[in-house]
């Protein structure tokens, strides 16, 4: 039997930042949920892999990518 190991990173905020890490999770070939929330949005994205060590080092990469954006958008 194959393990799966999934991840699912969330977050909720201004609408143009939620716009930008959709679509840094898409370049890196997820398919994000975004979505109209109380004061923006709310963005999902559902990370897997067979292997516990490399779904980390996945998530790791699109939570930098996250970072980089959140660091630009609030100057």
């Not at 979505?35 to 516990?52: K, R």
């Amino acid at each position: 039997m194959t393990e799966e190991h999934v991840m699912e990173v969330r977050w909720s905020g201004d609408e143009v930042l939620g716009s930008a890490m959709a679509e840094a999770a898409k370049l890196q070939g997820y398919e994000p949920t975004l979505s109209p929330a109380e004061d923006g949005v709310s963005l999902s994205v559902s990370v897997s892999d067979n292997d516990l060590q490399a779904l980390r080092d996945r998530v790791d990469e699109l939570l930098v990518a996250f970072s980089a954006l959140e660091e630009e958008h609030n100057g």
